[in-house]
């Protein structure tokens, strides 16, 4: 299947995109991983400003499983530097089955929209280290465990494709309820809370490889046998 093509248009300050396209939640921006969306969608997008940006986004996007493709919007303000920051606003629409599949069945009532706010914020104390944190909120959900998300920790370093020799590491925790539909998932998984490391390693010029491991416990607190682990690991080649 088709996983990526769009076209786009960079201009001084403001860059436009149309197609079918990478999406990663502004929640990235607070490594490890986006605690709402990291999948690709079809529709638009605009970004303008430098140091504070604004990201503006509209389509839909397929989602495995669920009957109804969800239209999605997104309004962010980012920003980037020593210290970065970010609020976002993001809504889904679909049929009720397939938003209770979003949100671990825990989605109110004849509910047809999806309502996630999103904040980050991280702080470089130089060019290897970032502490950083995220938090997104979910109102749409009756369960109060379910209603949040998020992670904090601190990155060092990174592998560099190019770069043989590099390397990375970061320790994190992270808690992902309802406010997370869709997720980074190679080492916490949705519903579950608990430590994240992970390390990745540039083996040879674009040889890179990476691996997570995850220990916590779910969040269904009527859940006897609670406790989760997972080990992830990866080798990327680069062109």
């Given at each position: 299947?088709?996983?990526?093509?769009?076209?786009?248009?960079?201009?001084?300050?403001?860059?436009?995109?149309?197609?079918?396209?990478?999406?990663?939640?502004?929640?990235?921006?607070?490594?490890?991983?986006?605690?709402?969306?990291?999948?690709?969608?079809?529709?638009?997008?605009?970004?303008?400003?430098?140091?504070?940006?604004?990201?503006?986004?509209?389509?839909?996007?397929?989602?495995?499983?669920?009957?109804?493709?969800?239209?999605?919007?997104?309004?962010?303000?980012?920003?980037?530097?020593?210290?970065?920051?970010?609020?976002?606003?993001?809504?889904?629409?679909?049929?009720?089955?397939?938003?209770?599949?979003?949100?671990?069945?825990?989605?109110?009532?004849?509910?047809?929209?999806?309502?996630?706010?999103?904040?980050?914020?991280?702080?470089?104390?130089?060019?290897?280290?970032?502490?950083?944190?995220?938090?997104?909120?979910?109102?749409?959900?009756?369960d109060s465990?379910?209603?949040?998300?998020?992670?904090?920790?601190?990155?060092?370093?990174?592998?560099?494709?190019?770069?043989?020799?590099?390397?990375?590491?970061?320790?994190?925790?992270?808690?992902?309820?309802?406010?997370?539909?869709?997720?980074t998932q190679?080492?916490?998984?949705?519903?579950?809370?608990?430590?994240?490391?992970?390390?990745?390693?540039?083996?040879?010029?674009?040889?890179?490889?990476?691996?997570?491991?995850?220990?916590?416990?779910?969040?269904?607190?009527?859940?006897?046998?609670d406790k989760?682990?997972?080990?992830?690991?990866?080798?990327?080649?680069?062109?």
């Amino acid at each position: 299947s088709l996983k990526r093509a769009w076209a786009q248009g960079d201009y001084d300050n403001f860059t436009v995109k149309l197609g079918k396209m990478e999406l990663l939640s502004s929640e990235a921006y607070a490594a490890p991983g986006a605690i709402v969306l990291d999948r690709e969608f079809s529709g638009a997008e605009v970004t303008f400003g430098s140091d504070v940006q604004v990201k503006l986004q509209a389509g839909r996007m397929h989602v495995d499983g669920v009957a109804d493709t969800p239209n999605y919007q997104h309004a962010g303000l980012q920003y980037n530097g020593r210290l970065t920051a970010g609020v976002d606003y993001y809504r889904f629409g679909a049929d009720y089955n397939t938003l209770q599949t979003l949100t671990f069945n825990k989605i109110k009532a004849n509910k047809t929209k999806l309502n996630i706010w999103g904040v980050n914020l991280g702080y470089r104390f130089d060019k290897n280290a970032l502490l950083y944190g995220a938090y997104a909120h979910n109102n749409d959900v009756d369960d109060s465990t379910y209603k949040k998300s998020y992670q904090f920790g601190l990155d060092y370093k990174g592998a560099e494709p190019m770069d043989k020799g590099s390397w990375g590491a970061y320790v994190a925790y992270r808690h992902l309820g309802a406010a997370s539909p869709l997720a980074t998932q190679d080492g916490a998984m949705f519903g579950a809370k608990g430590i994240e490391v992970g390390t990745n390693y540039t083996l040879f010029k674009n040889v890179v490889l990476s691996a997570k491991y995850f220990n916590g416990k779910v969040l269904d607190k009527s859940d006897n046998n609670d406790k989760v682990s997972k080990l992830f690991g990866r080798v990327e080649f680069f062109f």
